[in-house]
């Protein structure tokens, strides 16, 4: 059964980046349209960016357009979240997401996903 494991995480100050992986136990993984999402603290899961099997297309949440970038590497079974100019309300716990169904768009909808990885804090600091 295919799992997905993000790493990265961790305590910054704001304006500084940081760069998550999510690792995928198996190569159906590059079949996949791929997504990041996060959840603070008392609020609901939210998306953050997604991208297509083959990388082709990308999609972003407008709150982190121009400093969050995803990128994927098939080769690898991996995806990665570069983010940039940190703001401290950036800080949740991020997750990244497989959509294994294939379900077409709905690229920001969390049911478009039908596998989860287990989160990776980030704390911005002020």
């Known amino acids: 059964q295919v799992q997905l494991v993000e790493s990265g995480g961790g305590l910054v100050q704001a304006g500084a980046s940081l760069r998550l992986s999510c690792a995928a136990s198996?190569?159906?993984?590059?079949?996949?349209?791929m997504g990041w999402f996060r959840q603070a603290p008392g609020k609901e899961r939210e998306f953050v960016a997604a991208?297509?099997?083959?990388?082709?297309?990308?999609y972003y949440a407008d709150v982190v357009k121009g400093r969050f970038t995803i990128s994927r590497d098939n080769t690898k079974n991996t995806i990665a979240l570069q983010m940039d100019s940190l703001k401290p309300e950036d800080t949740a716990v991020y997750y990244c997401?497989?959509?294994?169904?294939?379900?077409?768009?709905?690229?920001?909808?969390?049911?478009?996903?039908?596998?989860w990885g287990q989160g990776t804090q980030v704390t911005v600091s002020s």
């Open positions: 997401a497989a959509d294994r169904q294939g379900l077409g768009g709905r690229w920001a909808q969390a049911r478009k996903y039908d596998l």
């Open positions: 198996e190569r159906t993984f590059s079949r996949y349209a």
């Open positions: 991208i297509a099997w083959s990388g082709g297309s990308t």
